[in-house]
């Protein structure tokens, strides 16, 4: 029986950082399903998965940092306070105010009245407070 050593043959492929940012980049394109990137590099479709996960994670391997992406800032609106408030309920509204906190209810009473309450308000608490503004 004869025995042959064949020095470096591995049955493992090593990736390369770039190639597989190449790689998950092209799986995450428009149109393009994970399996045909998959086939086309020849490689298991659960491979390339995990390749996604750990660039999501930021842990894919590689000095690369993240790509960047344009961002545009818009000046925020005024919030001009008119000088006298009118009694006449067909005056305009005030101008409204951009929420601050999410899980805010706020509730437009009509004739430039506004209650505002968080989420977490009690339901009955909240009723007997709009029959006593509505004058129930």
């Known amino acids: 029986m004869r025995l ?3 020095e470096n043959a591995e049955r493992r492929r090593r990736w390369s950082f770039d190639d597989k940012a190449r790689i998950v980049e092209a799986s995450f394109e428009t149109g393009v399903s994970v399996c045909s990137v998959a086939r086309q590099h020849r490689i298991a479709q659960g491979l390339l998965f995990t390749w ?3 660039a999501r994670e930021g842990r894919l391997g590689g000095d690369a940092q993240a790509p960047l992406v344009p961002v545009a800032i818009a000046p925020e609106p005024s919030l001009a306070i008119p000088a006298a ?6 005056a ?3 101008p409204r105010r951009p929420r601050r906190k999410s899980g805010v209810i706020e509730i437009d009473l009509g004739g430039g009245r506004r209650l505002t309450v968080d989420r977490d308000v009690d339901a009955g ?6 029959d006593a503004l509505e004058g129930r």
């Open 4 to 6: 042959e050593l064949l």
């Open 52 to 54: 996604r996960r750990q």
């Open 85 to 90: 408030q009118s009694d006449d309920p067909r």
């Open 92 to 94: 305009p509204a005030p």
């Open 125 to 130: 608490a909240l009723r007997r407070m709009l």
